[in-house]
């Protein structure tokens, strides 16, 4: 089993929708990352938590450390937020431990 | 730079060979890190830089990996007598301190494909 579970693996819908994607993680963190990479290769940084929940534009996350849960939301879904969404978590200061990934596509 | 800059963004290269690619970390970052996402799989950690303190190798899958950072600035990751498998994107990424306290500025990756 990974340390860090993502859900769900693909996701598909139409433009305007609310979007949300899932992360369980199985150990002790000291921080959770919301990471996304379009095709090509690159990777943004869009959240960095430790408690609690961040708001950026359409894009929120939130943390349950009690649960061991992240979610990241998308308000008003673009065909521009298709791209693959990466949680990420550091059991330490330095490395991560990276999930599978969610690879949302936004059909217009 | 204003971000994390890596080079070549593509290199092919025939098994056997070995191949260097380059991380330039953004100015003032203390922390640059390797990690390398094979073809349908997810991103695993290679080695970390701290300051001046030895690196964290604990990612490299085999002594054929092999990582340096000169003068605390930009770091090459070289792959000797390259296999099929090392085929993947290797990404760098950098932070101010440690990313788990500062976040981390990831590059654009280089795609190495071995052929």
């Known amino acids: 089993k990974n340390e860090v579970e993502q859900s769900p693996q693909n996701l598909t819908a139409q433009e305007g929708e609310f979007i949300t994607i899932n992360c369980s993680y199985s150990?002790?963190?000291?921080?959770l990352h919301w990471l996304q990479q379009h095709p090509g290769g690159g990777i943004v940084s869009l959240f960095m938590l430790s408690s609690g929940k961040k708001k950026h534009g359409r894009l929120i996350a939130t943390i349950n450390i009690q649960e061991k849960h992240s979610s990241l939301h998308i308000t008003a879904s673009h065909p521009r937020d298709s791209a693959v969404y990466i949680c990420a978590v550091n059991q330490g200061a330095q490395k991560l431990v990276f999930g599978q990934g969610t690879r949302l596509t936004i059909n217009p | 730079g204003a971000g994390v800059s890596q080079s070549p963004s593509n290199k092919v290269t025939e098994k056997g060979k070995d191949v260097e690619l380059r991380c330039d970390p953004i100015s003032g970052h203390t922390a640059l890190y390797w990690y390398r996402q094979s073809l349908g799989q997810g991103l695993e950690f290679l080695i970390y830089?701290?300051?001046?303190?030895?690196?964290?190798k604990s990612g490299l899958p085999s002594d054929r990996f092999s990582a340096e950072r000169t003068g605390g600035s930009v770091s090459t990751l070289t792959i000797q007598r390259t296999q099929q498998e090392d085929s993947a994107v290797y990404l760098c990424a950098s932070s101010l301190g440690a990313g788990g306290n500062y976040g981390y500025t990831f590059g654009s990756g280089t795609r190495l494909t071995v052929v």
């Open positions: 830089f701290q300051g001046n303190s030895a690196p964290d």
């Open positions: 150990v002790g963190i000291s921080a």
